[in-house]
């Protein structure tokens, strides 16, 4: 028995059936954050900054954002070009949002709720409420909520040139109001500069004049350049050679590495020991890649070779009863000379680590690997080792790098030490993986067996991927060392192999750049949220969880990652001709080539 198709009033009214529960369904969702972040005390916290003094704290453009969101994700469906039949839906999914808002007020109005949850107190319901009651405030709070997704709806949909400019505007003032306390230490240098900050900011935070200041002038510029700028521009670079068009990459980059360069003796030292730690973790990030990356090789020990190089540092150089000299006919080092020899002490202990597990494949080789980088660390707080390791007390007074008669004594120095380092080792990773050993690594990754009958020495690639990825960490256990001029064991904790692991894969597995990209992500970005105390974790797990969502090859992926995610997924080649002609000019790993 056959059924006729739907009639179109009937196909109409499912199409609105299935727009209604979608709309219903991401409401729930948005209006769920925004009862959990004020339920955990997040949002008192935030509406306790500023963010434009007197008009929007943090805590309002959280609530904002949810709005916005809401909205944009009906619109992101693209359930219809045109904006008239999403404004419906974006306004029902807002106030839905926001009556999940509007019946926790009700709630805290009528019912004591603070035995349970102690940030609910008098004071964020008048804050919820905006002073108008429970009753009052809760209408406000709906209709708040549907104003706002059915904006962010139409700004989701508006043309290019309108949509990227306000954004821009936004996000500019957001940056601003956030991070006011440390743009106002940068911009203490210079009678100009001063005068430009005390007309922006306040004791406060930002003032209403600097915010509409730095609107115009984002906006402005991002308009001039989509409008403007950005058609020309990519007009004349197409129109280039090749050896032109690298010419001119080459340049982007060498700016890019002079503003680099510049930025921390600007920033002060406190940016200056942010960026020195993404530096140490774009190094490990770098030898970790080469093993996981390229060589599937999956480590969580790797914390291990950090430490060796941290500890053959201090004990070649420390002034301390631990150190070699003091019990021993060998003078002290310095640190040029010791890093050398903690760089080799690293390899020597990757490749004994790799000697056990070399027949261990996929989690089993995790676990292994775990275990073996616990060894490391019973070890060193063991009292059997404290007459050498120094224990749980560490190793102190360790010197810091002495070029001439400078000592490399403040972070920004320290930082151009790691940034050498951290560009050294990027051009031997690059030379790596372009190399035999290279493609040896990913045909290992791809398949163990179809690598071993090809004629890879399996036991000779897996032994110099730890080894090498050895090396990386213990240069910045080396740095590390004289960073802090002191040791301990508590520094060298799983979680570190673990946000290395992570850093690479939000970054893209087996994209140099991507490491970087990954570590300024996962580690730069928490340390200038320190002031929010433990939320900022929550900050770190909910753009975990978005970037992995958004990007699940990860934020700057290789060709090769992309297009073998591609595959797996079943999806054909890539729209973007830039992109297609970057996957046809990627070779091939060894599982990928067509059989002869």
Request: charged letters at 15%; proline letters at 5%.
């Amino acid at each position: 028995m056959s059924h006729a198709p739907p009639r179109p009033a009937a196909r109409s009214r499912l199409q609105e059936r299935s727009a209604l529960r979608r709309s219903l369904r991401i409401g729930l969702i948005f209006g769920a954050v925004a009862v959990y972040i004020t339920v955990v005390g997040l949002l008192p916290s935030l509406d306790a900054r500023w963010i434009v003094v007197g008009v929007v704290s943090l805590g309002d453009a959280a609530l904002i954002a949810i709005g916005l969101g809401a909205g944009a994700a009906i619109a992101g469906r693209r359930w219809s070009p045109d904006f008239w039949p999403l404004a419906l839906p974006s306004f029902f999914a807002g106030s839905v949002a926001g009556g999940l808002l509007a019946l926790l007020a009700l709630a805290m109005r009528v019912f004591d709720l603070r035995p349970i949850f102690i940030t609910l107190s008098p004071a964020l319901l008048k804050v919820l409420t905006f002073g108008l009651g429970a009753p009052v405030g809760a209408v406000v709070l709906i209709l708040g909520g549907a104003l706002l997704a059915t904006l962010g709806g139409a700004l989701t949909l508006a043309p290019t040139g309108i949509r990227t400019p306000v954004l821009v505007g936004l996000a500019s003032i957001v940056v601003f109001g956030v991070f006011q306390e440390l743009i106002q230490i940068m911009m203490q240098y210079g009678k100009f500069i001063g005068a430009l900050r005390d007309a922006i900011f306040t004791w406060e935070g930002l003032s209403p004049q600097g915010a509409a200041a730095i609107f115009v002038l984002a906006c402005g510029g991002a308009l001039v350049w989509t409008r403007v700028l950005r058609g020309p521009v990519r007009d004349r670079f197409a129109g280039l050679t090749a050896v032109q068009q690298n010419r001119a990459r080459a340049a982007r980059i060498a700016v890019f590495v002079l503003l680099l360069v510049l930025f921390p003796v600007v920033a002060g030292s406190y940016i200056g020991q942010v960026m020195l730690l993404v530096g140490l973790y774009i190094l490990m990030g770098m030898g970790l890649n080469l093993e996981v990356g390229l060589a599937g090789l999956l480590d969580l020990g790797f914390v291990a070779f950090f430490a060796v190089g941290a500890y053959a540092t201090a004990l070649l150089t420390a002034d301390s009863p631990h150190a070699l000299a003091s019990y021993t006919a060998l003078p002290s080092l310095s640190y040029w000379a010791a890093m050398p020899i903690a760089v080799i002490a690293s390899v020597i202990v990757g490749v004994l680590f790799g000697i056990p597990v070399l027949g261990v494949r996929g989690d089993y080789l995790a676990v292994a690997t775990m275990g073996l980088g616990e060894i490391v660390r019973v070890i060193v707080q063991s009292d059997m080792a404290a007459p050498l390791l120094g224990g749980a007390q560490g190793i102190l007074q360790i010197p810091k790098p002495r070029i001439g008669g400078f000592e490399l004594a403040d972070p920004v120095d320290l930082f151009y030490l790691t940034l050498a380092a951290s560009a050294v080792a990027a051009y031997f990773a690059w030379r790596l993986e372009n190399s035999r050993l290279g493609r040896a690594w990913m045909a290992v990754r791809d398949d163990e067996d179809v690598a071993q009958a090809l004629g890879i020495n399996l036991v000779k690639v897996k032994l110099l991927a730890y080894g090498l990825g050895a090396a990386f960490a213990g240069l910045a256990g080396s740095i590390f060392a004289v960073m802090l001029t002191s040791i301990y064991p508590s520094s060298f904790q799983l979680l570190i192999s673990i946000n290395v692991l992570a850093l690479i894969i939000v970054g893209g597995m087996g994209s140099l750049p991507g490491v970087m990209v990954g570590a300024v992500a996962l580690v730069g970005l928490p340390e200038l949220l320190r002031e929010f105390g433990e939320f900022r974790f929550l900050f770190y797990g909910a753009a975990l969880i978005i970037m992995m969502r958004i990007k699940p090859e990860g934020l700057w992926p290789s060709a090769t990652r992309r297009r073998e995610l591609r595959a797996a997924a079943g999806g054909g080649a890539p729209d973007d001709p830039e992109e297609a002609a970057a996957f046809a000019a990627e070779p091939l790993s060894a599982a990928q080539r067509p059989a002869q």
